[in-house]
């Protein structure tokens, strides 16, 4: 198994261009997340999605959008990109967070990205 | 109140040293308190985790303990490594809901 897979692994975009980060799971798993990890801010939540068809903001998704059309594929949409939205992307994936014990979250390796 | 605060923001150990990061959550409905480790370039992964039914979880040199009368676990790690230089995040979650700490980057010093 890859587990979570994460394409590109750097980008550097000008402000206003678009772009989409790219996620794949093989794990059959039903939730998935977007993730920004800014210097010394932690783990924000962009966006979530608990399975095809059903996607839901986060505590951040101002600026970005995603889509679930299938369990393995969960990509983040940036229209118009700004400096704001420098920062290094997680994807993240588990099978149930109401049994944390036995799914805990699975990460890609991240997406860095920078805007200027 | 949604947030959980770690401390500290950054800790430098001697090698064989311990190492103890600490953390606050103030929704006593979180059920799940996991930490979780994050090499550079890397996503974070699940380290060890603690129900908050139990005081104490223990994985070879890593130890949870957990207050939840004063809302507060920490990480405790023996006999520190360089190898475990990395970042390291608290969480709390319930559900489909985790919140995580701000991180706290640990060096070991060889």
């Known amino acids: 198994n890859a587990g979570v897979t994460q394409t590109p692994k750097f980008r550097i975009l000008k402000i206003g261009q678009s772009m989409t980060l790219q996620c794949a799971q093989d794990?059959?798993?039903?939730?998935m997340y977007w993730y920004r990890q800014d210097p010394g801010m932690g783990l924000k939540l962009i966006y979530y999605?608990?399975?095809?068809?059903?996607?839901d903001k986060g505590e951040v998704p101002n600026g970005y959008n995603v889509s679930r059309s299938t369990t393995e594929d969960f990509p983040l949409r940036l229209e118009l990109a700004a400096p704001s939205q420098t920062s290094v992307y997680f994807c993240?994936?588990?099978?149930?967070?109401?049994?944390?014990?036995?799914?805990?979250?699975?990460f890609g390796n991240g997406t860095r990205l920078t805007v200027t | 109140q949604q947030q959980v605060k770690q401390s500290p923001q950054s800790l430098i150990v001697q090698k064989g040293g311990i190492s103890i990061i600490n953390c606050a959550y103030e929704n006593t409905a979180f059920d799940y308190f996991p930490w979780y480790q994050q090499f550079p370039g890397k996503g974070p992964a699940l380290l060890i985790a603690i129900r908050p039914d139990v005081s104490e979880k223990k994985e070879g040199r890593f130890t949870i303990s957990f207050n939840k009368s004063a809302k507060q676990f920490s990480l405790h790690i023996m006999d520190s490594q360089p190898g475990d230089s990395a970042t390291y995040f608290c969480?709390?979650?319930?559900?489909?809901?985790?919140?995580f700490g701000k991180g706290t980057r640990l060096h070991i010093l060889p």
């Open positions: 999605s608990v399975g095809a068809g059903i996607t």
């Open positions: 794990m059959n798993h039903n939730y």
């Open positions: 993240a994936s588990n099978l149930t967070p109401t049994e944390p014990y036995n799914s805990p979250l699975h």
């Open positions: 969480a709390a979650s319930r559900d489909d809901k985790i919140i």
